[in-house]
């Protein structure tokens, strides 16, 4: 059995800081690193087209994130769709080796009934969807080396950090380039879903583009000051942005500075890779801060007694949300 303590072991004085929002964007904003204007075009361009079932085309495209770097993408949507209808950046979980192997296709498979094809379900609903393989993943895993599946991403995490950047810098601006070939394709509003560490991805990414209107995050729900000081659970390395504790500042203090924009959150009473308490914290950030500033309500919420697993109640009330978000 686990043993949780019930107080913080070893947590710096004071952590996290009382800061006000203009501070705490300007402190994470200045941790994670710079966003200068991409040096290539998008150069989009489909390798593959196919019709699957419910009248869905599914695209394998390819598109630039930075010089010498392409990222594969499924881009799925309805053979009628509109031009400017909706966009959703659809982001890959985490796992474990299994989608390591996989990347995009953990969510694209045409199965109407099984939430976890997220991807393909919102194509099905009217979305314009775009599917990307993280860095690491799928099509984008190192073909070379000793490192394979999650020391890849360590080693990869490793090496950005001694450029001064991190993964979920690199996270951001691959996504954030994902944004752009959903706005080249016609897309006149914005949404995102991800599910645990594509919903930790999600979260991030949010936080930092204003592009995003309305936001989907399943499970993964961190802070730093619960994991590192009394749960010692080791989420996937998005989290983990050097000299965050150093500057006071927590996860769900970044979730806050979302507002007036709107994000969901999924989240179920038996994940034990989402604790209470941080998704609590997650919640509460938001809802202080609508209250404090007079802003319209931006967190909604889904609570199930389940694992960490989608369930077609909880899509249900996700996409519900996102229909109304996004018109």
């Known amino acids: ?54 009248g869905i085309i599914k695209q394998k495209v390819e598109y630039f994130v930075d010089e010498g770097e392409k990222v594969p993408a499924y881009h799925l949507f309805k053979k009628d769709i509109k031009k400017d209808a909706p966009g959703i950046l659809s982001i890959h979980e985490h796992g474990g080796d299994d989608v390591f192997l996989v990347g995009k296709d953990t969510h694209c498979k045409p199965n109407p009934d099984d939430p976890k094809q997220y991807s393909y379900i919102l194509a099905l609903e009217g979305f314009r969807v775009l599917a990307p393989d993280a860095l690491c993943f799928g099509e984008r895993k190192a073909q070379w080396g000793y490192s394979k599946n999650f020391f890849d991403e360590i080693i990869t995490d490793m090496e950005l950090i001694s450029r001064g950047k991190s993964l979920c810098w690199k996270s951001v601006w691959d996504n954030s380039r994902g944004i752009e070939v959903l ?120 609570e199930e007694e389940v694992e960490h697993k989608i369930t077609k109640k909880m899509l249900s009330s996700a996409i519900k949300f996102l229909k109304e978000g996004l018109k």
């Open 1 to 54: 059995m686990v043993k949780i303590p019930e107080n913080f072991i070893g947590k710096p004085e004071n952590y996290p800081k009382k800061l006000s929002h203009k501070e705490i964007k300007k402190r994470f904003l200045s941790l994670l690193g710079e966003f200068k204007k991409p040096k290539v075009l998008l150069n989009l361009k489909i390798v593959d087209e196919q019709e699957i079932d419910g």
């Open 183 to 302: 706005e080249f394709l016609g897309a006149k509003s914005i949404g995102s879903i991800g599910h645990s560490g594509g919903s930790t991805q999600n979260y991030i990414l949010t936080s930092v583009n204003e592009k995003i209107k309305a936001s989907v995050c399943f499970f993964s729900f961190c802070t730093l000051r619960h994991q590192f000081y009394q749960f010692r659970l080791c989420h996937c390395l998005y989290h983990y942005v050097p000299y965050m504790v150093k500057a006071g500042i927590d996860w769900d203090q970044v979730v806050s500075l979302i507002p007036p924009r709107k994000i969901f959150f999924g989240w179920g009473s038996k994940d034990p890779g989402s604790p209470e308490v941080m998704y609590r914290s997650f919640v509460k950030a938001i809802e202080d801060r609508c209250k404090k500033e007079g802003l319209p309500k931006s967190v909604f919420t889904y």
